[in-house]
């Protein structure tokens, strides 16, 4: 089974709909965070937390926000979907706090928002 | 802040041969590199890393050295082949910046036959 799992893998929605994405994870580590991917720009951080109470923003965490239900759960909302939010989000994890720790990603969520 | 330019691609290469994927970096602190590999519908998985200059990480026939002076990272594989057919991205994290990762915009790399 995999380490880091999302659902929904694909979503089709529309403009001004509320919408989740989940992530789990059986690694046991503290720190979680979403990314979305555009095509030429790589991966932009969105939200990240370090542990159930501890939530931060990232670069471009407008129009989104996270729910960090327990160690192993990471949902991602958009309150209110627009179309430049269409994109593939991943969720990632890691151990600790040294810059050195390696993330690992979950398969990632195809949004289509229209 | 922290930034990463990597070449851009797509980058097409015959089966075998010489693969290089520029990657310089920008950073405040002394950061550590990584460079991870997505391969089509997946998640990025990590490829290899480097923690401190001259270090020169390795994985699957890829690798990469941390070069301070020049503040790069480059990728290299000596013999490419058509399953090394992914995007490859390269990505810093700093010390103290709490693990985040800064991304470069990636490089698709396709190796024909």
């Known amino acids: 089974d995999a380490d880091v799992t999302q659902t929904p893998r694909n979503r089709i929605t529309k403009t001004g709909k509320r919408i989740m994405l989940e992530c789990s994870q059986t690694?046991?580590?503290?720190?979680m965070y979403w990314y979305r991917q555009d095509p030429g720009l790589g991966l932009q951080l969105i939200y990240y937390?370090?542990?159930?109470?501890?939530?931060n923003k990232g670069e471009i965490s407008d129009g989104y926000s996270v729910s960090r239900q327990a160690q192993a759960k990471f949902s991602l909302s958009l309150e209110s979907a627009i179309p430049n939010q269409t994109a593939l989000y991943f969720c990632?994890?890691?151990?600790?706090?040294?810059?050195?720790?390696?993330?690992?990603f979950g398969p990632g969520t195809r949004l289509t928002v229209l | 802040g922290n930034s990463v330019t990597q070449m851009e691609g797509p980058v097409t290469l015959s089966e075998e041969a010489f693969l290089t994927i520029n990657c310089t970096y920008t950073?405040?602190?002394?950061?550590?590199l990584f460079w991870y590999v997505q391969y089509p519908g997946e998640g990025l998985q990590l490829l290899l890393k480097?923690?401190?200059?001259?270090d020169k990480g390795s994985n699957k026939g890829f690798e990469a050295t941390y070069r301070k002076e020049t503040t790069s990272f480059h990728l290299e594989k000596g013999s490419v082949q058509v399953s090394d057919s992914a995007v490859y991205f390269c990505?810093?994290?700093?010390?103290?910046?709490?693990?985040?990762?800064?991304f470069g915009t990636g490089t698709q790399l396709k190796v024909e036959l």
């Open positions: 990632a994890t890691s151990l600790g706090a040294g810059s050195y720790n390696e993330q690992f």
């Open positions: 690694k046991g580590h503290d720190r």
């Open positions: 937390s370090f542990d159930v109470k501890d939530i």
């Open positions: 950073a405040t602190g002394y950061p550590s």
């Open positions: 480097a923690t401190k200059a001259d």
């Open positions: 990505a810093l994290s700093v010390t103290g910046g709490g693990n985040k990762l800064t």
